[in-house]
């Protein structure tokens, strides 16, 4: 017998939205509101693995605001850069400003196709030339695809990078886990309890610039107050990363290809900014938070004129063992 897959206009926190759905999986997005994910429901274990707005309120954003004074929810696209800055690259756009976390999570996207199980939406750039569309679609009842393809619209080339923000609830039981290649992270936030940006620190496991041990692979309560943003050093090329929940014995699994993505960005906040723990997988094309820092280290991709890209993820959820 096969699993049926739904696609169905739908509300969110009075907002318009769609949902995909399978008999293991809700996916909700808000086309209206950056084309944030604000769900990923897995039913066979009862678990909501995207963070709430809890106490903020939800609604579209006003272009060029401040994200982490927003509802700090779900999954949002990060283009193109996540830090705020500049625009690097010299030619007609050198200078141009480029918000905070990008621009796409704060622009309404259009309804391109919904259809054949599959939603297709699409944002057109203001700061650059160029239009993003992102296809979600469920391979399988526990296999959810997105697709991501880049158009460069403009006459000269243009530099950018894209993030994937997933912001996932986090607990007591709930581990990040890599591949065994990872040995060590790098440092990208200049913050007391990690020094400054390029310090490298052993995984799963560290002391930080205070003195303490710190398990890089866990999110301590948001009593903490604490956050850090580490990347998996660039010359170590990974496909996957995962969050297990031990206690209850079922996971969730992000899979790429390098070649495509060749980085990840952990950002884990415990407390600094949201008000419950969050682990973000950051899978990106950019090494660094800064498009600017991504430009001068020849870490991004650089479009030229008609250029279209392609890149994919997936996002697998299980019971029992991760998968190698």
Same mark, same amino acid.
């Given at each position: ?88 690259? $010299? ?8 918000? %905070? ?70 607990? %007591? ?43 890089? %692979?866990?999110?301590? $309560? ?66 660094? %938070? ?10 991004? $991709?650089?479009?030229? $004129? ?19």
């Amino acid at each position: 017998m096969t699993d049926t897959i739904t696609l169905t206009p739908s509300e969110w926190r009075e907002q318009p939205a769609w949902a995909l759905e399978s008999d293991r999986l809700r996916v909700v997005t808000t086309p209206g509101v950056g084309a944030k994910i604000v769900s990923i429901y897995d039913k066979a274990a009862g678990h909501e693995w995207l963070v709430a707005p809890a106490d903020r309120p939800f609604g579209p954003p006003a272009y060029g605001a401040t994200f982490i004074e927003q509802d700090m929810s779900g999954w949002d696209e990060m283009f193109p850069t996540i830090k705020a800055c500049a625009y690097p690259q $010299p030619g007609p756009y050198a200078g141009a400003a480029l918000p %905070d976390h990008g621009e796409v999570w704060a622009l309404p996207w259009e309804v391109v196709a919904a259809e054949h199980g599959a939603l297709t939406l699409s944002v057109e750039g203001r700061a650059l030339p160029y239009r993003l569309a992102r296809t979600l679609r469920l391979d399988d009842p526990a296999t959810l695809r997105l697709s991501y393809t880049v158009t460069h619209s403009g006459a000269h080339p243009i530099a950018a990078l894209w993030a994937a923000h997933p912001q996932f609830s986090a607990g %007591d039981a709930t581990r990040i886990a890599l591949p065994d290649t990872v040995r060590e992270l790098y440092n990208v936030r200049d913050i007391p309890d990690w020094g400054a940006w390029g310090l490298r620190y052993p995984w799963p496991r560290a002391r930080n610039r205070r003195g303490q041990w710190v398990d890089l %692979d866990r999110v301590a $309560p948001p009593e903490s107050g604490t956050c850090r943003k580490l990347y998996v050093p660039p010359e170590v090329a990974i496909g996957w990363a995962a969050l297990v929940e031990e206690r209850a014995g079922h996971w969730l699994r992000l899979e790429w290809s390098p070649q495509d993505v060749p980085y990840l960005g952990l950002w884990v906040d415990e407390g600094a900014v949201n008000s419950v723990r969050t682990a973000a997988l950051e899978i990106t094309t950019g090494f660094h %938070d800064s498009l600017v820092t991504a430009w001068e280290k020849r870490a991004v $991709p650089v479009l030229a $004129p008609g250029e279209r890209r392609t890149w994919e993820v997936l996002l697998r959820v299980g019971t029992g063992p991760l998968p190698g």
